[in-house]
């Protein structure tokens, strides 16, 4: 018996005469992730990707849980192949939805007649499939309303589908589809999250770290490493650059009014980035702030580190509370990385008072105390960068 996957697509189907365009960046994520699990066909007709193994080899479990982690996938489902034949369709149910079924107590059978074709409708084949269920698994009944599984009966195009439910997807757009930007990536908990929730508006992502050694640790540098490669396995490979902020630290450590400490750092640090986005061809920074989480992340704070940037700064998060960015966190496998007890370089140099309602004037006052260009030059020339994927 063949089995296959079907990937339904979300967002995609709304999109008039450019949707080839959604669709082959759709296409080229499933396939460049399919190469871990084997050979696989994949192609697509009717708002639905089809993914069929080519070899008893390919790893179909590993194969189902990637393509649910793929932007732009609504729902997927495990499906039997039958010929267009009541008789070949009974027959694999019959054989197939068994493994499926038990254990469960009720169920009850979709169809869907794309081929019209077909000499049955959805409705009588659906009849007629629950009646095979119900024969080859007597301990189950039907429940039209409220059923623990239902099953699907699918005529397309190419062949008769039979699968015993769908599993919702990532949604989302293709990555790529929607431009290049920039994440600000720490070791906390909200950027991480950032990065996913922008890579799912089809955004292809960059990230810059910003480090402090030897004020912040090499164990601190390999757990953002560590949340970039979770986060690339719904984003897609990223390029990660790392930048040395500990001599801009020390010098307005040195020389400026500590209340200023972390505005000043967070001006360099968007400065640095909006440097990097241009270089890079990136159309946006983004960056894991929530408003009014802490001092710097107030809305007069936000005004005044924005205007290092001539890019948009995108904040996924600017109106999440922490619970509701932690639960974004655990699903998709960040918050245990993102909780060791690692410092970043924002919580280096703290000040005690920290600005909570700057004013601009005094901010750049402030900073004028610095050789800004020349500092920002000086950790722009340090800079390495690393290619971070999860298939690694």
């Known amino acids: 018996m063949k089995e296959i996957l079907l990937c339904k697509y979300g967002e995609i189907v709304l999109k008039g005469a450019n949707r080839k365009y959604f669709e082959d960046a759709l296409c080229r994520t499933m396939r460049r992730k399919a190469k ?5 066909d994949i192609y697509r007709a009717q708002s639905t990707m089809y993914i069929q193994p080519m070899s008893e080899n390919c790893d179909m479990d590993g194969m189902f ?3 649910r982690k793929v932007f ?20 694999t149910a019959r054989e197939y939805l068994p493994a499926f079924l038990r254990g469960k107590k009720t169920f009850k059978v979709e169809g869907k007649r794309s081929d019209k074709s077909f000499p049955m409708d959805s409705m009588a084949l ?9 024969s080859a698994c007597p301990y189950l009944r039907v429940d039209v309303h409220n059923p623990e599984v239902v099953v699907r009966v699918e005529i397309r195009e190419y062949g008769a589908y039979i699968h015993a439910g769908q599993f919702k997807g990532a949604g ?3 990555i790529g589809t929607n431009g290049k930007g920039l994440l600000l990536l720490s070791g906390g908990i909200d950027s991480p999250v950032a990065g996913y929730m922008i890579a799912k508006r089809g955004v292809q992502i960059e990230a ?7 004020y912040t640790s090499e164990r601190a540098r390999e757990k953002v490493f560590t949340l970039a490669k979770i986060v690339s396995e719904y984003a897609g490979p990223i390029q990660m650059h790392v930048i040395s902020l500990t001599k801009i630290q020390e010098e307005i450590a040195k020389t400026c009014t500590e209340d200023y400490f972390t505005l000043l750092l967070r001006r360099y640090m968007m400065a640095i980035a909006n440097k990097i986005a241009h270089k890079r061809g990136c159309g946006a920074l983004i960056t894991g702030e929530s408003l009014g989480q802490v001092a710097s992340q107030t809305m007069q704070a ?8 001539d890019l948009p700064v995108f904040r996924p998060c600017i109106g999440m509370d922490k619970e509701e960015i ?20 924002c919580t280096v140099f703290t000040p005690r008072h920290p600005k909570t309602k700057p004013d601009l004037a005094k901010v750049i006052e402030e900073e004028r105390k610095l050789p800004f260009d020349e500092l920002v030059e000086e950790a722009l020339a340090g800079m390495y960068t690393l290619n971070i994927t999860y298939e690694d």
């Open 36 to 40: 871990r699990f084997g050979e696989f």
């Open 65 to 67: 849980d990637a393509a």
């Open 72 to 91: 732009g996938i609504a729902a997927v489902g495990r499906a039997a192949v039958a010929e267009k034949s009541l008789e070949s369709i009974a027959e």
């Open 126 to 134: 659906a009849r007629e499939i629950g009646g095979v269920i119900l």
């Open 172 to 174: 989302g757009m293709p």
């Open 208 to 214: 810059v770290h910003f480090e402090s050694f030897p």
């Open 302 to 309: 936000l005004g005044v580190t924005d205007c290092m940037s």
């Open 326 to 345: 932690i639960t974004i966190a655990r699903s998709i496998d960040t918050f245990e990385t993102s909780i060791q007890p690692f410092e970043d370089c």
